[in-house]
């Protein structure tokens, strides 16, 4: 684990953990160039429910069920440090990532779902991928791995996938501490049922994880992604953001593995906040007199459903009517 850049605050009380992100001045705005460019003090969060699991994006970890999204999963790599054999496997993992949100698209649309995409415009970008991918594998002509993948016109597309469960190489991170602590909290808790494409081992902290968007330039292995929030509920109730790894290719390609924003990116600093897991309930208890629950962050008619249920859970003694 990376040591010498990491900030780590160990808090004993969930009451604890909201108090440090709503008074210290670490996360007051301190000036107009700052209220003007991010609308808070320069801080996105991420809440984790296990604080040993690695930062990765849904498309870069070992556990994620691609059968589930593709007909072609990517397969492990045959020889790890063989270039050659590296490169093909990055070119199926690529097309498997760009199948993934393809199929999505069409099924929305098959549905009848509206969505914010140009499913013309989507389609002649999928097709040149996929041209150039088996072109590639056909060894007809080279790819710049250097190249973001998909193509910077594939953000909004990346991001509504995303919000909704398939694997992309963006990872979520909010401007909001107290949506951060709900999801380090939710999984962890008593009240969860929620399944998850992370490792599975036995939790002893949640962490909610944040750092300083502000001195993120363009020569930084990540960029920042703002997907329209009025297109989304979801985003916009959960104050999303998205975190991309700009040249990860290049990254495998050299390392024979993905860049893990946890260890590889020490210029990066990142603080924790560390609490124990059995204070999850705690944390969820808090956050519900500030607002935040399930409902309140993903607002549907499914969640209304369920409201009273997680109300129940959390509160299972407060009424004897």
């Known amino acids: 684990m990376n040591t010498i850049n990491w900030f780590d605050k160990t808090f004993d ?7 440090y992100f709503l008074s210290d001045d670490m996360f007051r705005t301190s000036d107009r160039f700052t209220a003007a460019i991010t609308g808070k003090a320069g801080y996105i969060f991420r809440g984790q429910s296990n604080s040993d699991w690695p930062l990765l994006p849904s498309a870069f970890r070992p556990e994620t069920d691609w059968p589930k999204f ?18 093909r496997w990055l070119l199926k993992h690529l097309h498997a990532e760009a199948m993934a949100i393809n199929i999505f698209l069409n099924n929305a649309d098959a549905m009848g779902i509206t969505t914010p995409i140009d499913y013309a415009l989507e389609k002649r970008g999928f097709d040149l991928i996929f041209g150039a991918i088996k ?15 998909p193509t910077n016109d594939f953000l909004r597309t990346k991001a509504l996938a995303q919000h909704h469960g398939v694997p992309t ?26 399944s998850c494409s992370c490792p599975k081992s036995d939790v002893n902290q949640i962490a909610i994880y944040h750092f300083n968007i502000m001195p993120i330039k363009d020569d930084s292995p990540i960029e ?19 975190v991309d790894f ?18 590889d990116y020490p210029e990066i600093q990142i603080h924790r906040a560390l609490l124990p897991a059995n204070k999850a309930d705690d944390m969820l208890r808090l956050l519900f007199d500030l607002g935040i629950t399930r409902h ?22 407060r009424y004897h009517g």
Request: glycine fraction near 0%; hydrophobic fraction near 35%.
């Open 70 to 87: 593709t007909p072609q999963p990517p397969e492990y790599i045959a020889a790890k440090h063989d270039i050659e054999s590296a490169k």
């Open 13 to 19: 009380e969930a009451k604890k953990v909201i108090d």
């Open 169 to 194: 190489r963006f990872t979520d991170w909010s401007e909001s501490p107290l949506v951060a602590c709900y999801f380090a909290a939710e999984q962890a808790s008593s009240i969860s049922n929620a």
């Open 224 to 242: 920042i992604i703002k997907a329209p929030r009025h297109e989304n509920s979801n985003l916009l109730n959960q104050k999303g953001v998205f």
């Open 135 to 149: 072109k590639a594998l056909n060894k007809k002509k080279e790819v710049d791995f250097d190249d973001v993948f």
């Open 246 to 263: 700009k040249k990860a290719n290049s990254y495998f390609l050299k390392h024979y593995k993905w860049p893990d924003l946890y260890n």
């Open 296 to 317: 309140s962050l993903s607002p549907n008619l499914a969640n209304a459903a369920k409201a009273y249920e997680y109300m129940h859970k959390l509160f299972p003694n």
